[in-house]
């Protein structure tokens, strides 16, 4: 995995979690930036030997994704030369 993946892994990650906490805060103002979709998935296996269950789950409010879309924009327009 090269840098720039793990920058734009980074950013993703700190956009989203700064846009959820900017949601909380303003929620009671804003409402709907409280609004959200929970996406679960939970790969799971039995291969005898070795037995697997996990779970992973993501919040997503709008807010959140308000916050991790500019990080994105940005890292994508960087210029090449």
């Known amino acids: 995995m090269g ?5 734009l892994v ?8 700064f846009g959820s906490i900017v949601g909380e805060i303003l ?5 709907f930036l409280t609004k959200s979709k929970i996406i679960t998935w ?3 296996a039995d291969l ?4 697997y269950d996990l779970t992973f789950q993501v ?9 991790a879309c500019p990080r ?10």
């Open 27 to 31: 929620g009671p103002w804003v409402p």
């Open 59 to 67: 919040k997503l409010n709008l807010a959140s994704i308000g916050g």
């Open 48 to 51: 005898e030997i070795l037995k």
């Open 10 to 17: 980074f950013l993703l990650v700190s956009g989203l979690l």
């Open 3 to 7: 840098k720039e993946t793990l920058t």
């Open 72 to 81: 994105v924009l940005d890292t994508s327009t960087d210029k090449v030369g």
């Open 42 to 44: 939970s790969p799971a």
